[in-house]
């Protein structure tokens, strides 16, 4: 562990949590806006092209998952999730300058591909700064922040979407998450790397190889558990304020307080 004190290590875990929360702003943001009449009828929108770019974000997101995470292996947590955020953060932005259908279903798989960080850089960060006693209470409040982002971002959505239209809520939504980049660069040593060569050094033992990951029968259990889960908490992101709108006829506030 690095010398550093408790209050500095878990206000760094907050970091992760804002940005978590930030991050599933982002993915929601769209959903509130192909519920709303204003973003449909701008883009003639049909219920087969909102299932396209409400698929578009997990198209690039899911294949970049494993990629990520060996980014940040390679070049430590600090930059290339600074640098991912900093990127999604713009092409979520960028959505309020979009006039094309094929503009936003472009800055959707671009934000999937930036935000694919966040899990992998989250989890390796707390990996090697968090002492293994505190260890699941620092993932449980990593993981509180994507349930917080969809929350939190319906909210916000709608508030934003009725006072000031769809593309300022893109705009103000992406630009205004950028402040969460000062502390980040500020606070976070780029030494995880450092860490992790030193912890293995101290072992006596060699890393074990990603292949043998796949010989403990229990990651088998944890992969068709986590595909079984996000089926259904993807589908309640993307289509649930959709379904509130049009089938139950709800406004917009009733359904950013139902979602």
């Given at each position: 562990?690095?010398?550093?004190?408790?209050?500095?290590?878990?206000?760094?875990?907050?970091?992760l949590?804002?940005?978590?929360?930030?991050?599933?702003?982002?993915?929601?943001n769209?959903?509130?806006?192909?519920?709303?009449?204003?973003?449909?009828?701008?883009?003639?929108?049909?219920?087969?092209?909102?299932?396209?770019?409400?698929?578009?974000?997990?198209w690039?997101?899911?294949?970049?998952?494993?990629?990520?995470?060996?980014?940040?292996?390679?070049?430590?947590?600090?930059?290339?999730?600074?640098?991912?955020?900093?990127?999604w953060?713009?092409?979520?932005?960028?959505?309020?300058?979009?006039?094309?259908?094929?503009?936003?279903?472009?800055?959707?798989?671009?934000?999937?591909?930036?935000?694919?960080?966040?899990?992998?850089?989250?989890?390796?960060?707390?990996?090697?700064?968090?002492?293994?006693?505190?260890?699941?209470?620092?993932?449980?409040?990593?993981?509180?922040?994507?349930?917080?982002?969809?929350?939190?971002?319906?909210?916000?959505?709608?508030?934003?979407?009725?006072?000031?239209?769809?593309?300022?809520?893109?705009?103000?939504?992406?630009f205004?998450?950028?402040?969460?980049?000062?502390?980040w660069?500020?606070?976070?040593?780029?030494?995880?790397?450092?860490?992790?060569?030193?912890?293995?050094?101290?072992?006596?033992?060699?890393?074990?190889?990603?292949?043998?990951?796949?010989?403990?029968?229990?990651?088998?259990?944890?992969?068709?558990?986590?595909?079984?889960?996000?089926?259904?908490?993807?589908?309640?992101?993307?289509?649930?304020?959709?379904?509130?709108?049009?089938?139950?006829?709800?406004?917009?506030?009733?359904m950013?307080?139902?979602?």
């Amino acid at each position: 562990m690095p010398r550093r004190t408790s209050y500095h290590i878990w206000t760094i875990v907050g970091l992760l949590c804002l940005a978590n929360i930030i991050a599933y702003v982002d993915r929601t943001n769209l959903s509130v806006a192909i519920a709303s009449t204003e973003f449909r009828n701008f883009f003639n929108l049909t219920n087969a092209q909102r299932g396209d770019l409400s698929s578009a974000f997990f198209w690039s997101y899911a294949f970049l998952q494993i990629p990520a995470g060996a980014l940040a292996d390679r070049y430590g947590v600090k930059v290339p999730l600074a640098v991912g955020f900093l990127l999604w953060s713009v092409v979520s932005a960028l959505t309020g300058w979009t006039d094309l259908l094929w503009q936003v279903f472009l800055l959707r798989v671009l934000l999937g591909i930036f935000e694919a960080i966040i899990t992998p850089g989250g989890m390796r960060w707390m990996r090697f700064n968090i002492d293994e006693k505190h260890r699941g209470l620092a993932v449980g409040l990593f993981f509180a922040g994507a349930k917080l982002g969809p929350a939190i971002g319906t909210q916000a959505s709608v508030y934003l979407l009725q006072t000031y239209g769809w593309r300022e809520m893109f705009i103000i939504l992406g630009f205004g998450s950028l402040v969460w980049l000062i502390p980040w660069w500020f606070m976070v040593k780029n030494d995880d790397r450092a860490i992790e060569t030193a912890q293995i050094k101290a072992s006596g033992t060699a890393a074990v190889p990603f292949a043998d990951v796949f010989k403990t029968p229990a990651i088998y259990g944890i992969l068709i558990g986590t595909f079984a889960y996000n089926y259904f908490n993807y589908f309640c992101l993307t289509w649930l304020p959709a379904y509130f709108v049009d089938h139950w006829k709800m406004n917009l506030n009733q359904m950013g307080w139902f979602t």
